[in-house]
């Protein structure tokens, strides 16, 4: 190997300091720091630090109140006066939408002169695909292996990757049912080289949890080294770099660096629902969502959720210079985040769930034309890694560097086809954020999950007993497989069921319906004879 060579490499861009310590490495120790210094992309690094390294750097002022306050006030007041509010015409909402508009979306309409189904249709054509970002550890969680990997201790201990498979499973047979041909919604997953291995070998494990082996496509995001505010590379060892995912604003570099807009466009796909792994609510390539967006002719839309107050950490969805856009929490000052409109609700209200429709036409459009465009996001952080010494730090007392990550919702101002569809927290967003305390945990989702069980369970005739332990419930009583229910239809057979508590629905392997481990009989109630894959049209589905 020659070292000057890769001396002269990294001098171009400032980075010799990461061979500093090459004389006290082994072999296997250089081999290691190459690999790390071969996989980073030190122009797009260097480029990188270029554009953000004044958001790093204080205001140039004598004054000490005005360096930590002044920029923050100036942005916070631009962002606030030409922030506005995602037009009417371009929005939808659950709440509003009549029986009728549902069953457009999901069922019969128009599109393009071609009288046919909006969302089932295309499920069932193959023209649909979902995208989960994947690339996380559950680190807040307490464990170090992917988030997608967890139990939040359901009855059926299900983790959230099975449960996902299983929604996909359940909506690939309403389709065939509706329409009388075998379809498959592939199910591509990004991960990180922190979750690639071990997402693998979990699916492989569990059999693809019942999906086509060929039908989940895993691919690994990029990712970025973390550096310290004069822009250079930290060292995590004297042969290690210190590096992290780019973000799921990464997708897009990797979506055509790894082949799978390719693969996509391959497979004949046309739509691609993206998601985040860690909500246990989300309802893949939803039907209403689909059809609503293909209604729109949209090319690029977004899920939300109405704020739980005017100043919940969550970015809004909103227009700015006349372009779509995510603005974070922390850029809203506060008078604009508690403005309202004539009816009294908050007027910028659409809360960003990470929960997005993308035509395929445009993503190839965004790769194409724009992924240089893409800002990248600074995080300030205490990180690990060597001090000038050589000696490692591991807990710094302050700041010492920076990661950066591009966000997924950053592409939101290339599209000319924008739309927003509003559905209701209660029943489409419950995070898994935090092992511990009483927010985004195992246990508000599992309760989260329960209640939106109940309600479907409700909404069919169905008598439950003891109702009143469900708010107050820390251990699980109620769950309903996604193998019998997508979104609460095929339960009106419960109706003559006697309901105890626990009550765990399920599907067996003879595609046989049995509650907390027992197969149901005809003698105990009437089932009608129904099988996990019977079921009425998704005009059942409760919103």
């Given amino acids: 190997m020659d070292i000057e060579l890769i001396r002269s490499k990294l001098s171009k861009y400032g980075q010799e300091h990461l061979i500093a310590y090459w004389d006290d490495l082994n072999d296997k120790q250089k081999q290691s720091l190459l690999q790390d210094i071969n996989e980073i992309d030190l122009a797009r690094t260097h480029d990188a630090y270029q554009h953000i390294k004044s958001q790093l750097m204080p205001p140039l002022s004598s004054n000490k109140n005005e360096q930590q306050n002044g920029a923050g006030d100036n942005k916070q007041q631009d962002i606030d006066r030409l922030m506005e509010p995602i037009p009417e015409h371009l929005a939808g909402s659950v709440y509003e939408a009549t ?24 499920i069932a054509d193959g023209e649909v695909c979902v995208l989960l970002l994947a690339g996380g550890q559950g680190t807040r969680l307490g ?108 997708l897009y570099r990797a979506l055509c660096t790894r082949g799978i807009l390719n693969e996509m466009v391959k497979r004949q796909i046309k739509y691609v629902h993206v998601y985040c792994v860690d909500n246990i609510l989300v309802k893949m390539a939803d039907p209403i969502f689909i059809g609503f967006c293909l209604k729109k002719n949209a090319n690029c839309a977004a899920k939300v959720v109405k704020k ?108 000319k086809t924008f739309a927003v569809w509003e559905v209701k927290r209660e029943e489409e967003f419950s995070p898994l954020k935090n092992g511990k305390g009483s927010k985004d945990t195992p246990a508000t989702c599992r309760r989260d999950l329960m209640a939106e069980h109940l309600r479907w369970l409700k909404q069919a005739g169905v008598e439950v007993p003891n109702i009143d332990k469900f708010t107050k419930a820390d251990e699980p ?45 005809k003698s105990a109630f009437q089932t009608n004879g129904l099988e996990c894959n019977s079921t009425a049209t998704m005009n059942g589905v409760h919103h």
Wanted: net charge negative; charged share 25%.
């Fill in 143 to 250: 464990v170090n292996y992917p988030k997608g990997m967890y139990n939040v201790n359901l009855l059926s201990q299900k983790s959230l990757y099975q449960i996902q498979a299983e929604r996909i499973i359940r909506l690939q047979e309403l389709a065939n049912e509706q329409y009388g041909k075998i379809c498959q919604i592939p199910w591509f997953i990004m991960t990180s080289e922190h979750t690639q291995q071990a997402t693998e070998d979990y699916f492989h494990q569990h059999n693809y949890f019942g999906l086509k082996q060929e039908n989940i496509i895993l691919f690994e995001q990029h990712i970025l080294p973390a550096l310290n505010f004069q822009g250079k590379i930290l060292l995590d060892e004297k042969y290690k770099l210190t590096k992290a995912p780019d973000g799921n604003g990464g």
């Fill in 99 to 122: 029986q009728k508009e549902l069953d457009e979306y999901n069922q019969e309409g128009s599109r393009a002169n071609d009288k046919r189904s909006l969302s089932l249709r295309a």
């Fill in 308 to 415: 739980n107050s005017p100043n919940e950490a969550v970015g809004v969805i909103c227009k700015v210079n006349n372009r779509f856009q995510v603005v974070e929490y922390s850029e809203i000052s506060s008078d604009t985040a508690q403005r309202r409109k004539p009816d009294g609700e908050l007027l910028f209200n659409a809360g960003n769930i990470c929960n997005h429709f993308f035509s395929v036409n445009f993503l190839q459009a965004v790769c194409k034309d724009h992924e240089n465009e893409l800002r990248y996001h600074v995080a300030k952080k205490a990180i690990p890694c060597l001090g000038e010494n050589g000696l490692k730090i591991e807990s710094p007392k302050e700041p010492n560097g920076v990661k950066l990550e591009k966000f997924v919702f950053d592409v939101f101002p290339f599209s």
């Fill in 477 to 521: 009583l109620l769950e309903l497989s996604p193998l019998v229910s997508y979104a609460g239809e095929n339960l009106e057979f419960l109706k003559d069921y006697q309901f105890e508590l626990p009550f765990l629905l399920e599907c067996n392997s003879k595609k046989k319906l049995e509650v907390n481990g027992k197969e149901l009989v």
